[in-house]
């Protein structure tokens, strides 16, 4: 049986934010982003890491 310090727990914070602080984001991050094959498609969530990218490699190791 997974005991708590096996189980990856994810925790969330959602903002609601205007239009022109979407800009801003969008202009900060556009220096580290390019577009993939799948440029059309409209994503509606943001996910934000560490530098070393702990949390996606934490993720997928899929402890639970």
């Known amino acids: 049986m997974a005991t708590k310090s096996d189980t990856f727990e994810r925790k ?3 903002y ?3 239009a022109e602080q979407c800009q ?3 202009a900060g991050l556009a ?3 390019r577009l993939d094959d799948y440029g059309a498609t409209r994503i509606d969530s943001l996910y934000l890491d ?3 990218r702990s949390l ?3 993720s997928l190791e899929k402890p639970l």
């Open 12 to 14: 969330e914070k959602k």
């Open 16 to 18: 609601l934010i205007t």
């Open 24 to 26: 801003a984001i969008k």
């Open 31 to 33: 220096a580290h982003m």
């Open 50 to 52: 560490t530098p070393d």
């Open 56 to 58: 996606i490699c934490r």
